[in-house]
């Protein structure tokens, strides 16, 4: 298995523009996290779906971030407009269906850079 | 509230002497406890776990960990560190009656082996 698969890896945009960060969990995983890694914040979780559905979105920053998942293999997370702010590492990470026993897998991250 | 303390930034440890990496938490009941690593510009790997039995975990390139009850830790341990080691780890913790069964992070220690 290729493991959780991220796109970009690395993506730098002007402020004001549209940056869509993209996602592939591991096949027959059915949960899925979007995590934003910051030195002065660490590590965030922004949204978790399960089955294609987003459970909690409470730690997405604002309303010009938005993730979506329209079927069990692919993911999305937008910012729209972008700011110098939202610069950090944006990982994906899925795991399967045992009720919470098995770890979280990673992707390699997407660093963005918005200047 | 429930929470995962890692209580040192960075730990310094000479080649081929043990390391402790430390880690507490605030979750009622009989958590589900993780620890990850996290190599420069990768995202993270999960080294161990503990669900239930046994305190003490063995997980991936030597290292191992204690389940301490009575002092809600679980602490990362590696009886002779190397070189290769250098690098940040996450302790995680998720509480089983979580419906979500989402993962509460620390802030993360960076532990560094000098040569």
């Known amino acids: 298995d290729a493991g959780v698969i991220q796109s970009p890896r690395h993506e730098v945009t002007e402020m004001g523009q549209e940056v869509t960060l993209r996602c592939k969990p591991i096949s027959g995983h059915n949960s899925l996290f979007w995590y934003r890694q910051t030195m002065m914040r660490g590590l965030e979780l922004l949204i978790y779906?399960?089955?294609?559905?987003?459970?909690?979105d409470s730690g997405m920053p604002e309303d010009r971030f938005s993730a979506k998942m329209p079927n069990a293999s692919f993911s999305t997370l937008k910012i729209q407009p972008s700011e110098p702010r939202d610069s950090a590492v944006y990982f994906c990470?899925?795991?399967?269906?045992?009720?919470?026993?098995?770890?979280?897998?990673f992707g390699q991250g997407t660093r963005l850079t918005v200047v | 509230a429930q929470s995962v303390a890692q209580p040192e930034d960075q730990v310094n440890v000479a080649e081929g002497n043990p390391l402790t990496v430390k880690c507490t938490y605030s979750v009622s009941g009989n958590p589900y406890l993780f620890w990850y690593v996290q190599y420069p510009n990768r995202g993270l790997q999960f080294l161990l776990k503990?669900?239930?039995?046994d305190n003490l975990v063995k997980g991936s390139y030597g290292f191992e960990a204690e389940f301490n009850k009575s002092q809600t830790s679980f602490h990362l341990k590696k009886p002779s560190a190397l070189v290769s080691d250098s690098a940040l780890y996450f302790c995680?913790?998720?509480?089983?009656?979580?419906?979500?069964?989402?993962?509460?992070w620390g802030a993360g220690t960076k532990l560094i082996i000098k040569p």
């Open positions: 990470a899925s795991s399967p269906p045992n009720r919470g026993v098995t770890e979280a897998f």
């Open positions: 503990y669900i239930t039995g």
């Open positions: 995680a913790v998720r509480d089983p009656r979580d419906s979500n069964y989402q993962l509460i």
């Open positions: 779906f399960n089955n294609n559905v987003p459970i909690d």
